[in-house]
């Protein structure tokens, strides 16, 4: 199916359990999922490009009596290359690993943080929601380009995260799923707690899609 529009991302940190972390301070949300919406009260602009590549390797051929027999499927290595206009500063730290100095300041270490990752677009003709789902994944921030004003405009420097998908036991252990809102059998809070364990922003009552994403 193809799509338009980038509708929103929602993201969380999964604790060593295997379930997200369910706590504003040692996570990221109170109900495990933080969506990075455009409400500058939570500190988000929303997001400009949620890149992904890598969903399927180039099939090797296999040769045999000089002619081609079958073709071997390497595994697919997926990566998202996102770029946000604003994420919150503190999640962004908690999402790369970073630890706060306790002076304002974050210090990277080499612990590594898995993060589940649902990238929300649309379809073009019902405007449903199409659903790129990641379960586990790592985030990683390879530089940031920081320019001059000029006399005549401002210069912006956006948020630009890779996210490197990881293998997922509920997922076949393969490294994501896509989910289509437009599917008969579609059912939202499963998905989400099929990425999201243990969550609780998606409730059986809101599987109707009355759920306030867009508030947050």
């Not at 949300?29 to 400009?48: A, I, P, Q, R, W």
């Not at 989400?192 to 759920?211: K, W």
Request: glycine residues 10%; proline residues 4%.
């Amino acid at each position: 199916m193809a799509t338009i529009g980038l509708w929103g991302i929602y993201t969380g940190i999964r604790g060593n359990d295997g379930n997200v972390v369910c706590d504003a301070t040692t996570g990221l949300d109170e109900k495990g999922v933080y969506f990075v919406g455009t409400d500058k009260n939570t500190g988000n602009l929303g997001s400009k490009t949620a890149n992904i590549t890598g969903l399927a390797a180039t099939p090797t051929k296999i040769d045999g009596n000089n002619q081609v027999v079958d073709v071997s499927n390497p595994p697919s290595s997926p990566s998202v290359a996102w770029t946000a206009n604003e994420i919150n500063y503190l999640v962004k730290q908690k999402i790369l690993g970073r630890k706060s100095n306790g002076k304002g300041g974050f210090v990277d270490t080499d612990d590594t943080v898995e993060c589940p990752l649902i990238i929300v677009s649309q379809s073009p003709i019902t405007r449903k929601k199409v659903y790129f789902c990641f379960g586990r994944g790592v985030f990683n921030e390879t530089g940031h380009n920081v320019q001059t004003n000029t006399s005549t405009a401002e210069t912006r420097s956006d948020d630009s995260l890779t996210y490197t998908a990881l293998s997922y036991d509920k997922f076949g252990d393969k490294p994501y799923a896509v989910f289509y809102e437009d599917d008969p059998k579609f059912d939202k809070k499963a998905m989400f707690d099929m990425v999201f364990p243990g969550q609780t922003l998606i409730t059986a009552s809101e599987v109707s899609g009355v759920t306030g994403e867009h508030s947050k």
